[in-house]
């Protein structure tokens, strides 16, 4: 071995089936790409790799397709499935899956733009509310008033963009919260997170929990 | 123009969308069919397969957390369906794939040929790979998954998905060489 020493070299011919298949992430890529340029044994061996690639799409594909009857057998079975009542967490998570997937990236960076302006605010009033400096009228959110979901403890929540619909379903379901409100001007969902009112401690305590999870990006306490 | 996205139907699906999930059938079931076809090597058990592991994404789609693809995660449950089918089949038929697995390769006609081209040769030895050898180069090479999303679909680590894609290979070159196709590896 003239460039690469063995160790490193078996490293990289593991990486080589998922480079061929262009399934590595750009870290591994650039490693293989240098290891594939500087070390002509492993270039050969890579070709061997491509050509496996190349038959074993060639073999499936020659494979051919099911018959219809795989598709009657199915929905014939989902016919004698009981009927179900649409989940009321699904279809909100459905909307807004499909709200976010209808948007263009330049709609997206404008929103993204929106809602640090609206972080901003936010944590101004945050801030504002706990030095007791409350302003004359109160604070309420421009979409979500907030007497909505009637009494309970509730919370202001921003999810990441890249949190898909089944994801918030997960974190929603899981931490037993619905959606009662939103979303406002930066994307704020109104929250609840428990059916009465709570002491602001434990408000605090749940706002602390909520935030390690990656699906949040923001989220504050809501009177 | 903008697809639906299979997350998108999945949660169509949760709320009983008949049509979303004919749309998630038409868009997977050919992958789905010919990676568990490429298992079982049954047509017909291969549709039976197929329409259960659909009939369960209906049942679970309000479960489907997101933590993976959508496809990854029909190739996971199509897998434990059809491993579930292998286990069922008769002894006499396992003995009989056993006994072509472990065939005398002497130069017949088809063999010699072969030779001739190496791409015909790789596509037999193929065929010829273990269980669990062909499912792990299917998913690499054919169903494009990462090393994270095998781990997944085969429940392994992901360091031992690596290695068994490794040995897998390796036995390719073996599988070639006694066709009388040396690679020089390994």
């Given at each position: 071995m003239n460039?690469v020493n063995?160790r490193?070299?078996?490293?990289?011919e593991?990486l080589?089936?998922?480079?061929?298949?262009?399934t590595?992430?750009?870290?591994?890529m650039?490693?293989?790409e240098?290891a594939?340029?500087a070390?002509p044994?492993?270039?050969?061996?890579?070709?061997?790799v491509r050509?496996?690639l190349?038959?074993t799409?060639?073999?499936?594909?020659?494979l051919?397709?099911?018959?219809?009857r795989a598709?009657?057998?199915?929905?014939a079975?989902?016919d004698a499935?009981?009927?179900?009542?649409p989940?009321?967490?699904?279809?909100?998570?459905?909307?807004i899956?499909?709200?976010?997937a209808?948007?263009?990236p330049?709609?997206l960076?404008?929103s993204?733009?929106a809602?640090?302006?609206a972080i901003?605010l936010?944590?101004?009033l945050?801030a504002g509310v706990?030095?007791g400096?409350?302003?004359?009228s109160?604070y309420e959110?421009a979409s979500?008033?907030a007497?909505?979901g009637?009494?309970g403890?509730y919370v202001?929540i921003r999810?990441?963009?890249?949190?898909?619909?089944?994801?918030?379903?997960h974190?929603?379901?899981t931490?037993?919260?619905s959606?009662?409100?939103g979303?406002?001007?930066g994307?704020?969902y109104r929250?609840?997170?428990?059916?009465?009112?709570?002491?602001?401690?434990?408000?605090?305590?749940?706002?602390?929990?909520?935030?390690t999870d990656k699906?949040?990006?923001f989220?504050?306490?809501s009177? | 123009?903008?697809?639906t996205s299979?997350?998108v139907l999945i949660g169509r699906?949760?709320?009983?969308?008949?049509l979303?999930m004919?749309?998630?059938?038409?868009?997977?079931?050919v992958?789905?069919?010919r990676f568990?076809l490429?298992?079982v090597?049954?047509?017909?058990t291969?549709e039976d397969?197929?329409?259960?592991v659909?009939?369960?994404v209906w049942?679970?789609a309000?479960s489907f957390?997101?933590?993976s693809?959508?496809?990854?995660?029909?190739?996971?449950?199509a897998?434990f369906?059809?491993?579930s089918?292998?286990r069922?089949?008769?002894?006499?038929?396992?003995?009989e794939?056993?006994a072509e697995a472990i065939?005398?390769h002497a130069?017949?006609?088809e063999?010699a040929?072969?030779k001739?081209?190496?791409g015909a040769?790789?596509?037999?030895?193929?065929t010829k790979l273990?269980t669990?050898?062909?499912e792990?180069?299917d998913l690499v090479?054919?169903h494009e998954?990462?090393?994270?999303?095998?781990?997944?679909?085969?429940?392994i680590?992901?360091a031992?998905v690596?290695t068994?894609?490794f040995y897998?290979?390796?036995?390719?070159?073996e599988?070639?060489?006694e066709?009388?196709?040396?690679?020089?590896?390994p």
């Amino acid at each position: 071995m003239n460039t690469v020493n063995e160790r490193q070299r078996d490293d990289i011919e593991e990486l080589l089936p998922w480079h061929a298949a262009g399934t590595l992430d750009h870290r591994d890529m650039q490693r293989v790409e240098s290891a594939l340029a500087a070390d002509p044994e492993l270039a050969r061996r890579y070709e061997m790799v491509r050509e496996e690639l190349a038959q074993t799409i060639h073999l499936n594909e020659t494979l051919g397709a099911p018959s219809p009857r795989a598709m009657a057998a199915l929905f014939a079975k989902i016919d004698a499935e009981p009927a179900r009542r649409p989940r009321l967490s699904a279809v909100l998570m459905a909307r807004i899956g499909e709200f976010f997937a209808a948007l263009s990236p330049r709609t997206l960076a404008w929103s993204a733009t929106a809602a640090a302006l609206a972080i901003v605010l936010q944590a101004g009033l945050i801030a504002g509310v706990l030095l007791g400096e409350k302003s004359p009228s109160g604070y309420e959110t421009a979409s979500a008033p907030a007497n909505v979901g009637g009494p309970g403890a509730y919370v202001l929540i921003r999810f990441q963009p890249q949190a898909n619909a089944a994801a918030i379903d997960h974190f929603l379901e899981t931490n037993k919260l619905s959606i009662v409100g939103g979303p406002s001007a930066g994307g704020l969902y109104r929250v609840r997170v428990a059916a009465v009112k709570l002491p602001s401690d434990d408000v605090d305590r749940i706002v602390r929990t909520l935030q390690t999870d990656k699906v949040v990006a923001f989220i504050a306490v809501s009177e | 123009m903008q697809t639906t996205s299979d997350e998108v139907l999945i949660g169509r699906i949760a709320n009983g969308d008949r049509l979303a999930m004919q749309v998630l059938f038409a868009r997977h079931h050919v992958a789905v069919y010919r990676f568990v076809l490429r298992m079982v090597r049954n047509d017909a058990t291969a549709e039976d397969v197929i329409s259960d592991v659909f009939l369960d994404v209906w049942r679970q789609a309000g479960s489907f957390a997101g933590r993976s693809a959508v496809s990854t995660w029909l190739l996971s449950i199509a897998r434990f369906k059809a491993l579930s089918a292998l286990r069922r089949r008769p002894e006499a038929e396992l003995d009989e794939e056993m006994a072509e697995a472990i065939e005398d390769h002497a130069d017949d006609p088809e063999v010699a040929l072969a030779k001739k081209d190496k791409g015909a040769a790789l596509r037999q030895c193929l065929t010829k790979l273990s269980t669990e050898h062909r499912e792990i180069v299917d998913l690499v090479y054919y169903h494009e998954k990462s090393v994270e999303e095998v781990a997944a679909i085969v429940g392994i680590p992901e360091a031992t998905v690596k290695t068994r894609m490794f040995y897998a290979r390796k036995k390719l070159s073996e599988l070639l060489k006694e066709r009388g196709i040396d690679r020089g590896w390994p």
